[in-house]
């Protein structure tokens, strides 16, 4: 694999579609000084439906061309690509490249906090069918606390909402207390609810009003971007690479245009995009 030398080295953040916009935007807060790519692979979302072999496949492909764009660490702003690229790429794939090349999640550093943040050992997870079956917020957590009980519910409908502009409507209303309602009828000692999905912050406010009293939302962004502030503070060698211009790009397989108007939900401001071709 050949590595592009350039004289910017930015951070690379990668979601299958516009999720990972609300972890850019925490992490533009921790990091204000600091050069971010942004890549959406818009033209091929959703990943949450696909197999394993296919999310590892697709993600691969990401990372590598911001590899090439000068990255030398990589986001994946994406719980499905967390859950079902993130390990092989580690082990495997990473090989390819220099040893300064990393590739993070945001599984972890959402599983880190759950313990200090849970009372009744008892945790619920809201994502997408991909990220529920691939069981990898359960291991994680018992992994590091084997006395905290686990349950999930997919919410196939949240992501389409979203997406198509819907999260405001009565039909979000719906699905909102659906699977809320769905998952507390599984396990009524729940007490921290972690949103598995980056594109469920814009449901956030919806979701708090119909969980019970006393339930926290754990929405990802914000520790995601204090694990990546913590995690460049101990790797001198890494943060020593990255570029700090508060230089932003965006970068779709899709439409510019409709990848500027999607992404101006989440981000809440205008930004100009630049269309990709994965090979």
């Known amino acids: 694999m050949v590595e592009n030398h350039l ?29 971010f790519i942004y890549l959406g692979d818009n033209a091929r979302t959703p990943y949450g439906t696909r197999s394993f072999d296919v999310v590892y496949e697709y993600t691969l492909q990401c990372v590598e061309y911001l590899f090439r764009q000068g990255c030398r660490l990589v986001i994946l702003a994406c719980n499905t690509a967390s859950a079902k690229a993130l390990r092989s790429i580690q082990q495997i794939d990473l090989k390819k490249w220099t040893p300064e090349h990393r590739v993070l999640g945001v599984i972890r550093p959402t599983v880190e906090v759950v313990a200090d943040l849970t009372q009744s050992r008892h945790v619920g997870l809201l994502g997408t069918i991909g990220t529920v079956q691939s069981q990898s917020y359960p291991l994680e957590i018992n992994k590091l606390y084997p006395d905290i009980v686990v349950t999930a519910t997919a919410c196939p409908m949240w992501v389409p909402l979203i997406e198509n502009q819907e999260y405001n409507s009565l039909g979000a209303d719906y699905f909102v207390q659906k699977y809320v309602d769905e998952l507390f009828s599984k396990d009524d000692k729940i007490d921290t609810v972690i949103l598995g999905c980056t594109h469920y912050p814009l449901l956030a406010d919806k979701i708090s009003k119909v969980l019970p009293k006393g339930v926290m939302l754990v929405s990802q962004g914000e520790y995601v971007a204090e694990s990546l502030k913590k995690y460049l503070m101990r790797h001198t060698e890494l ?23 999607s992404a101006s939900i989440f981000l809440q401001e205008k930004v100009r995009a630049e269309r990709i071709l994965l090979k």
Do not use: H, W
């Open 7 to 35: 004289s910017s080295a930015p951070i690379g953040v990668f979601d299958s579609g516009y999720g990972g916009l609300t972890i850019l935007n925490e992490m533009k807060k921790k990091l204000p000084e600091y050069d």
């Open 239 to 261: 943060d020593a690479y990255c570029s700090k211009n508060a230089k932003i790009r965006y970068l779709t397989t899709e439409n510019e245009e409709r990848f500027a108007q």
